[in-house]
Protein backbone atom coordinates (compact mmCIF):
# COMPACT_ATOMS: atom_id res chain seq x y z
CA UNK A 1 0.00 0.00 0.00
CA UNK A 2 2.04 2.97 -1.34
CA UNK A 3 1.63 6.07 1.69
CA UNK A 4 2.54 9.71 -0.23
CA UNK A 5 3.86 12.69 1.54
CA UNK A 6 3.59 16.11 -0.39
CA UNK A 7 6.51 19.30 0.34
CA UNK A 8 6.90 22.79 -1.21
CA UNK A 9 3.86 24.93 -0.14
CA UNK A 10 4.35 27.97 1.10
CA UNK A 11 3.13 31.45 0.83
CA UNK A 12 4.37 33.38 -2.93
CA UNK A 13 3.29 36.64 -4.54
CA UNK A 14 1.02 37.01 -7.52
CA UNK A 15 2.40 36.06 -10.84
CA UNK A 16 5.08 33.62 -8.51
CA UNK A 17 5.98 29.86 -8.96
CA UNK A 18 6.46 27.07 -6.82
CA UNK A 19 7.22 23.71 -7.39
CA UNK A 20 5.22 20.47 -5.11
CA UNK A 21 6.66 17.75 -4.96
CA UNK A 22 5.29 14.09 -3.66
CA UNK A 23 6.92 11.09 -2.41
CA UNK A 24 5.84 7.65 -2.39
CA UNK A 25 6.64 4.78 -0.30
CA UNK A 26 5.39 1.26 0.44
CA UNK A 27 4.57 0.19 -3.16
CA UNK A 28 6.17 -0.04 -6.48
CA UNK A 29 5.40 3.67 -7.43
CA UNK A 30 5.33 2.68 -11.26
CA UNK A 31 2.41 0.68 -10.54
CA UNK A 32 0.41 4.33 -10.17
CA UNK A 33 -0.97 6.83 -12.13
CA UNK A 34 -0.34 10.05 -10.07
CA UNK A 35 -2.25 12.83 -9.46
CA UNK A 36 -2.57 16.83 -8.05
CA UNK A 37 -5.85 18.27 -6.81
CA UNK A 38 -6.41 20.98 -4.48
CA UNK A 39 -8.96 21.93 -2.39
CA UNK A 40 -9.64 26.26 -1.23
CA UNK A 41 -11.71 26.78 1.82
CA UNK A 42 -15.57 26.58 1.57
CA UNK A 43 -15.11 24.01 -1.65
CA UNK A 44 -14.98 20.84 -2.96
CA UNK A 45 -11.85 19.33 -3.93
CA UNK A 46 -10.96 19.56 -7.57
CA UNK A 47 -8.72 17.95 -9.72
CA UNK A 48 -5.75 19.87 -10.92
CA UNK A 49 -3.50 17.26 -13.55
CA UNK A 50 -2.42 13.38 -13.67
CA UNK A 51 0.13 11.78 -14.96
CA UNK A 52 0.19 7.81 -16.93
CA UNK A 53 2.42 5.22 -14.70
CA UNK A 54 5.01 5.94 -17.49
CA UNK A 55 4.67 9.75 -17.39
CA UNK A 56 3.84 9.55 -21.28
CA UNK A 57 0.17 11.10 -21.06
CA UNK A 58 -0.36 14.07 -18.59
CA UNK A 59 -4.08 16.09 -18.30
CA UNK A 60 -5.04 19.45 -16.97
CA UNK A 61 -7.85 21.14 -15.44
CA UNK A 62 -8.57 23.91 -17.76
CA UNK A 63 -8.06 27.03 -15.75
CA UNK A 64 -4.35 25.69 -14.66
CA UNK A 65 -3.04 24.74 -18.50
CA UNK A 66 0.12 26.51 -19.82
CA UNK A 67 0.80 27.78 -15.96
CA UNK A 68 1.19 24.04 -14.23
CA UNK A 69 3.22 21.09 -15.67
CA UNK A 70 3.12 17.68 -13.91
CA UNK A 71 6.10 15.37 -13.99
CA UNK A 72 7.58 12.30 -12.72
CA UNK A 73 11.03 10.55 -11.73
CA UNK A 74 9.96 7.11 -11.10
CA UNK A 75 13.65 6.42 -10.30
CA UNK A 76 13.38 8.96 -7.53
CA UNK A 77 9.24 7.56 -6.70
CA UNK A 78 8.46 11.29 -6.65
CA UNK A 79 5.72 13.77 -8.41
CA UNK A 80 6.03 17.23 -8.81
CA UNK A 81 4.22 20.29 -9.84
CA UNK A 82 5.51 22.88 -11.56
CA UNK A 83 3.54 26.08 -10.61
CA UNK A 84 3.92 29.47 -12.73
CA UNK A 85 2.14 32.45 -13.04
CA UNK A 86 0.54 31.95 -10.16
CA UNK A 87 -2.75 33.72 -8.65
CA UNK A 88 -4.60 34.15 -5.49
CA UNK A 89 -7.28 31.92 -7.13
CA UNK A 90 -4.27 28.90 -6.32
CA UNK A 91 -4.41 29.45 -2.77
CA UNK A 92 -5.33 26.22 -1.42
CA UNK A 93 -4.61 23.04 0.39
CA UNK A 94 -3.01 20.97 -2.79
CA UNK A 95 -2.99 17.37 -2.34
CA UNK A 96 -1.27 13.83 -4.67
CA UNK A 97 -3.58 10.97 -5.08
CA UNK A 98 -2.34 7.43 -6.34
CA UNK A 99 -4.32 5.42 -8.95
CA UNK A 100 -3.46 1.60 -9.53
CA UNK A 101 -4.37 2.06 -13.06
CA UNK A 102 -2.50 3.08 -16.47
CA UNK A 103 -3.69 6.70 -16.58
CA UNK A 104 -5.90 7.40 -13.38
CA UNK A 105 -8.88 9.48 -12.94
CA UNK A 106 -10.10 12.60 -11.99
CA UNK A 107 -12.64 12.26 -9.52
CA UNK A 108 -11.46 12.72 -6.08
CA UNK A 109 -13.82 10.37 -4.80
CA UNK A 110 -12.25 7.51 -7.32
CA UNK A 111 -8.92 7.56 -5.51
CA UNK A 112 -8.20 5.48 -2.41
CA UNK A 113 -4.36 7.19 -1.86
CA UNK A 114 -3.67 10.47 -0.46
CA UNK A 115 -1.07 12.06 1.18
CA UNK A 116 -1.44 14.62 3.87
CA UNK A 117 -1.59 17.84 1.75
CA UNK A 118 0.45 20.91 1.13
CA UNK A 119 -0.77 24.67 1.98
CA UNK A 120 -0.13 26.94 -0.80
CA UNK A 121 -1.02 30.96 -0.42
CA UNK A 122 -0.67 33.53 -3.26
CA UNK A 123 -1.07 36.87 -2.14
CA UNK A 124 -2.10 39.98 -4.72
Known amino acids: QVQLVESGGGLVQAGGSLRLSCAAS????????MAWFRQAPGKEREFVAR????????YYEDSVKGRFTISRDNAKNTVYLQMNSMNPEDTAVYYC?????????????????WGQGTQVTVSS
Open 51 to 58: ISRSCSMT
Open 97 to 113: AADPTNWGKVNSYEYNY
Open 26 to 33: GGTFTNYA
